[in-house]
C-alpha cells in the first residue's frame, strides 16, 4: 500500500477553528442571499492568512465532489431557532439535503453524531444503542411507548410491558414487539430489521411480517418483507465498533465506512468498486480502517485533505 500526504485527522480537523470558518463561509455565499458586504468580509477572512485561503478551497473540493457541507461541531444539540433562520437563509432545497442530519437532530429526543455510538436509557427503562449519525424521538405515555427513528440504526433492549407495545416507526416500517431485542434501520435499507430475542410484528404498506430471534426481514424491491434466517450479530456489531464484512463489494464496504466519518472516501477506477472483501474492520478509526482495507486489497490511498480521501489501484 502506498499513502501519500496524512493531514490532521478528522476529529483534530473538525475541532479547528479555520476549517469551521471555512465551512461557514462555504454555506454563506452559497447561499442566495449572499451581500456584497459577505464577499467583502470573506475575501478579507480568505487574504488574512495563507491557511485560511487553504482551508476554503479543501472545503470547496470536498463540497464538490461529495455534494454536501462537513459537520464541523461536535456532539450538542443545535439551537432550533437559528437552524430554522439559517435554512430559511440558504433556501430549504440545499440545507435540507444537507447530511450531517441536522434538521432530524433539532427534532429528536436522543441522538449521535457522525461516527459516535452510544446507548441511551428510554422513559421506561428500555434502552436504545444508536448507530453513527441517528436520531430518535420519543413518544411516551401511559398507554403508549412509541419511538420515531428518524434516520440511521438503533438496537432496542425493551422492558416487557404487556400494557404499553413498545413500537418503532421508521424507514417505512412499523415494528411492534414487547419485550425483546431487536434493531431497525432507517434508509430504505434492504435489511431494515433484525431480532436477537423474542419476536417482532413488521409491517409495511405492502404486507405485515412476523419475524423469531435469529432472523432478519429483507425488504423486496416491490416493498414486500420476506423473513429468513441472517446473522444478527454481524449487522450489529457496531456496538463494539466493527465491522464484520464477509464477500461483500468494495463499494459497499466503503459506503459503510463514510457512515462514520466527515467526509468522503471515493473509489477511483474502472469496475474497483465490485472486488469483494472479507474482512473485520475497526469503524471507531476509519483512517486505520482504510488503511487494513487498502493494504489487504493491494489499493492506494491518498488523503487529499481530511475530507476527502481517494482510494484507486497502484499506477
Known sequence: ????????????????????????????????????????????????????????????????????????????RPPPTRLVGLAAALGLSGFITYESGILDRVRADVWTGIGDIETARLPDGSRAALNTD??????????????????GEAVFDVV?????????YGGGLRVRAVGTRFFVRAGGDTEP????????????????????????????????????????????????????????????????????????????GSGLGAQRFSGTLDIRDTDDALDVLAATMGLRVTRLTPYLVLVRRPA
Open 1 to 76: 500500500m502506498e499513502e501519500e500526504r496524512k493531514p490532521a485527522g478528522d476529529d483534530e480537523a473538525a475541532d479547528d477553528p479555520i476549517y469551521a470558518r471555512a465551512a461557514f463561509w462555504v454555506v454563506r455565499l452559497s447561499s442566495p442571499d449572499a451581500t456584497d458586504a459577505d464577499r467583502a468580509d470573506f475575501e478579507t477572512w480568505r487574504a488574512a492568512d495563507p491557511a485560511h485561503a487553504e482551508a476554503y478551497a479543501e472545503m470547496e473540493v470536498w463540497r464538490g465532489i461529495a455534494g454536501r457541507v462537513p459537520d464541523t461541531r461536535r456532539r450538542r
Open 160 to 168: 416487557p410491558d404487556s400494557a404499553r407495545p413498545f413500537v418503532v
Open 193 to 268: 430489521v433484525g431480532v436477537a430475542e423474542g419476536r417482532v410484528d413488521a409491517s409495511t404498506t405492502a404486507g405485515a411480517v412476523t419475524i423469531g430471534a435469529g432472523e432478519v426481514a429483507l425488504r423486496s424491491a416491490d416493498g414486500h418483507l420476506m423473513v429468513e434466517r441472517g446473522d444478527v450479530g454481524r449487522a450489529t456489531a457496531w456496538r463494539e465498533g466493527k465491522l464484520v464484512v464477509t464477500g461483500q463489494p468494495l463499494a459497499a464496504v466503503v459506503a459503510d465506512l463514510n457512515r462514520y466519518r466527515r467526509g468522503r472516501i471515493v473509489l477511483l
Open 134 to 151: 441517528t436520531a430518535l424521538a420519543l413518544h411516551f405515555t401511559a398507554a403508549a411507548r412509541d419511538v420515531h427513528l428518524l434516520r
